[in-house]
């Protein structure tokens, strides 16, 4: 689940930029395809100066456990497989799409390469309680390989957290079997 949660942070962030910028996706096959992930993370996310009203001290600092161990299992190295379709990408990138959303009119993006061989982007959202700063960088290598890089800073309530992504996917094939 935390595996499928992080690398569809990823696809989010690549397919946000794609929809609301009407950047250029990479130009790769599709298909069936293995995303092999390395994450690094800091800190913990800025979630709440205070407990809410009744939560006691002992289940703030379980919380809090249970964050860091969360924020461990990310860490480390992933491989995973990807069902790439034309109407996937449609897909996500609708979801993503800023039309009336209150929560992405806090956002400002700034592409800095669109192409079908490189997407290089950054995007900075504010809200009362965090500042969430992120840059993206997505490169085709040739039609059946691309890498990546991302990184992304939170930072609020006397907290900051980071976290880096190096990412490199293969085509497998153009059959995605029983992989969605």
């Known amino acids: 689940m935390r595996i499928k949660m992080f690398v569809g942070l990823m696809l989010a962030a690549a397919t946000t930029a794609w929809a609301a910028d009407k950047l250029h ?7 069936l395809w293995e995303a092999t992930t390395t994450t690094k993370t800091t800190g913990l996310p800025p979630m709440m100066a205070e407990p809410p009203e009744g939560m006691s001290p002992e289940m703030k600092a379980r919380m ?3 964050m860091k161990q969360m924020q461990q299992a990310m860490n480390g190295t992933k491989t995973t497989q990807h069902c790439w ?3 996937k990408f449609d897909k996500e990138a609708s979801l993503f799409e800023e039309k009336d959303d209150p929560a992405k009119r806090s956002c400002r993006r ?9 997407m290089d982007f950054e995007e900075e959202c504010q ?3 965090r500042t969430t700063h992120m840059t993206a960088l997505f490169e085709k290598v040739d039609a059946e390989h691309a890498k990546g890089r991302m990184h992304m800073t939170q930072t609020g309530n006397g907290r900051t957290m980071e976290m880096t992504s ?3 996917w293969k085509w497998i094939g153009a059959s995605c079997g029983g992989v969605k």
């Open 85 to 87: 379709t034309k109407e």
């Open 127 to 129: 809200s009362d309680k």
């Open 110 to 118: 700034t592409v800095h390469t669109s192409t079908g061989d490189k």
């Open 25 to 31: 996706p990479l130009n790769v096959k599709y298909g």
């Open 166 to 168: 190096e990412m490199a």
């Open 64 to 66: 809090e456990e249970s």
